[in-house]
């Protein structure tokens, strides 16, 4: 009996339940968690995904769906399970987006209107890897949902994917699009030097004008009525921006402004974090698919780079010079992080150059524009 139980006992633990594949996801979260920990890769975003990664290859059964048994019993789901359903409901990147509008300034996308261009000439990339996902074979929907990384935002890709119904690829857009954000400081550089010569990364630009603090409440309040007037899908996201943005900027509701912008930021964060992460087992990731994926993903963020360097070239021959063209790389809507390697190209030109808030305006706008991708894609394929 000893020897029984303690066969039993060993036939138990993971060694023995594991696939090869699931020691390869092991090993991806450990990369992950090693890029965030050591070298600061976004780690609010990459440390709850590695781990969420490292449990489900561990513990599949942490995802498990409810179910009931032969003799009637109902069997509750698995942890994850429950945090995963608040993404595929779309609740977590709302909220998140709800927080990343209160802790946002809209006042330099206010300052400089040009820059709603320079953040639409940045969601170039996702047209450009939605034709590209139909050609490798995608559908439609699926397509739709993976172009989406191009605009290097992660709750976008997520809300799209459970909308469009693509959830089987939820995992892989999920963890392609944080890896992305991630990523930002080390992929978008190369390009933006590519397409510019030093003394355009040498362009100073002039200080933006104060903003009004009625400029800053009205502002959430128009782009709300005028985007979900013409696109009502995209309310859940660009509502939510601008709730968080108003909260922030009316100056009545401090402690809604701080709660979203902080306790419920960060408990959204940990929550869809580890979520995504628990997306990815080894049979759900380890397939041909997850490939073209990171591989589509990867060139819509090129191509969104891109088109905002290349506009920004254009407005500064048609301004004279008074654009920097990098600017125009923060149209992907990482925010902050697009708008501070933009910085950062500039001051290795010029160390005196300062570029962070003129890029914050491109920055913003293209939080908007991926949303309005999204509603875009939503409204062509008829979902609500």
């Given at each position: 009996?000893?020897?029984?139980?303690?066969?039993?006992?060993?036939?138990?633990?993971a060694?023995f339940?594991?696939?090869?594949?699931?020691y390869?996801?092991?090993?991806v979260?450990?990369?992950?968690?090693?890029?965030?920990?050591?070298?600061?890769?976004?780690?609010?975003?990459?440390?709850?995904?590695?781990?969420?990664?490292?449990?489900?290859?561990?513990?599949?059964?942490?995802?498990?769906?409810?179910?009931?048994s032969?003799?009637?019993q109902?069997?509750?789901g698995?942890?994850l399970h429950?945090?995963?359903?608040?993404?595929?409901?779309?609740?977590?990147?709302?909220?998140?987006?709800?927080?990343?509008?209160?802790?946002?300034d809209f006042?330099p996308?206010?300052?400089?209107?040009?820059s709603?261009?320079?953040?639409?000439?940045?969601?170039?990339g996702?047209?450009?890897?939605?034709?590209l996902?139909?050609l490798?074979?995608?559908?439609g929907?699926?397509?739709?949902?993976i172009?989406i990384i191009?605009g290097?935002?992660?709750?976008?890709s997520?809300?799209?994917c459970g909308?469009?119904?693509q959830?089987?690829?939820?995992?892989?857009?999920?963890?392609?699009?944080y890896s992305?954000m991630?990523?930002?400081?080390?992929i978008?550089?190369?390009?933006?030097?590519?397409?510019?010569t030093e003394?355009?990364?040498?362009?100073?630009?002039?200080q933006?004008?104060?903003v009004?603090k009625l400029?800053?409440?009205?502002f959430?309040?128009?782009?709300?009525v005028v985007?979900?007037?013409?696109?009502?899908?995209?309310?859940?996201?660009?509502?939510?921006?601008?709730?968080?943005n108003l909260f922030?900027?009316c100056?009545v509701?401090?402690q809604?402004?701080?709660t979203?912008?902080?306790a419920?930021?960060?408990?959204?964060?940990?929550?869809?974090?580890?979520s995504v992460?628990?997306?990815?087992?080894?049979?759900?990731?380890?397939?041909?698919?997850?490939?073209?994926?990171?591989?589509?993903?990867l060139?819509?963020?090129?191509f969104?780079?891109?088109g905002g360097?290349?506009l920004?070239?254009?407005?500064?021959?048609?301004?004279?010079?008074?654009?920097n063209?990098l600017?125009?790389s923060?149209?992907?809507s990482?925010?902050p992080?697009?708008?501070?390697?933009a910085q950062?190209v500039g001051a290795?030109?010029?160390?005196t150059?300062?570029?962070?808030?003129?890029a914050m305006g491109?920055?913003?706008?293209?939080?908007?524009g991926?949303?309005?991708?999204?509603?875009?894609?939503?409204?062509?394929?008829g979902v609500?």
């Amino acid at each position: 009996m000893i020897l029984s139980t303690i066969n039993n006992l060993i036939h138990q633990t993971a060694f023995f339940n594991l696939t090869w594949g699931n020691y390869v996801m092991i090993l991806v979260a450990f990369l992950f968690l090693y890029l965030a920990i050591k070298h600061g890769f976004e780690p609010l975003l990459l440390v709850p995904i590695a781990f969420g990664m490292l449990l489900v290859n561990i513990y599949p059964d942490i995802m498990a769906d409810p179910s009931v048994s032969a003799a009637g019993q109902s069997q509750a789901g698995g942890l994850l399970h429950y945090f995963y359903i608040l993404d595929e409901w779309s609740i977590l990147p709302s909220l998140i987006f709800m927080g990343v509008g209160a802790m946002t300034d809209f006042g330099p996308l206010i300052a400089n209107p040009i820059s709603f261009i320079l953040g639409a000439a940045a969601q170039v990339g996702i047209y450009v890897a939605y034709f590209l996902a139909i050609l490798l074979g995608f559908n439609g929907k699926a397509a739709a949902a993976i172009s989406i990384i191009g605009g290097a935002d992660g709750p976008t890709s997520i809300f799209l994917c459970g909308k469009l119904g693509q959830t089987s690829l939820m995992g892989p857009i999920a963890v392609a699009a944080y890896s992305y954000m991630s990523l930002v400081p080390i992929i978008q550089p190369p390009i933006m030097k590519l397409f510019t010569t030093e003394e355009e990364r040498k362009i100073k630009m002039g200080q933006l004008r104060p903003v009004s603090k009625l400029e800053k409440i009205l502002f959430p309040i128009v782009i709300t009525v005028v985007v979900c007037m013409l696109l009502p899908t995209t309310a859940p996201l660009v509502g939510m921006l601008m709730l968080g943005n108003l909260f922030r900027e009316c100056g009545v509701v401090k402690q809604l402004q701080e709660t979203a912008s902080n306790a419920m930021m960060y408990i959204v964060v940990i929550l869809l974090g580890t979520s995504v992460g628990a997306t990815t087992s080894a049979e759900a990731f380890l397939k041909l698919d997850t490939i073209k994926i990171v591989v589509l993903g990867l060139a819509a963020f090129i191509f969104g780079t891109a088109g905002g360097v290349l506009l920004g070239k254009v407005l500064c021959k048609a301004t004279k010079g008074r654009i920097n063209p990098l600017i125009g790389s923060a149209g992907v809507s990482a925010v902050p992080m697009a708008a501070r390697v933009a910085q950062k190209v500039g001051a290795e030109a010029d160390p005196t150059n300062f570029l962070l808030m003129h890029a914050m305006g491109p920055n913003v706008a293209g939080v908007i524009g991926t949303a309005v991708a999204a509603g875009t894609f939503m409204a062509v394929y008829g979902v609500k």
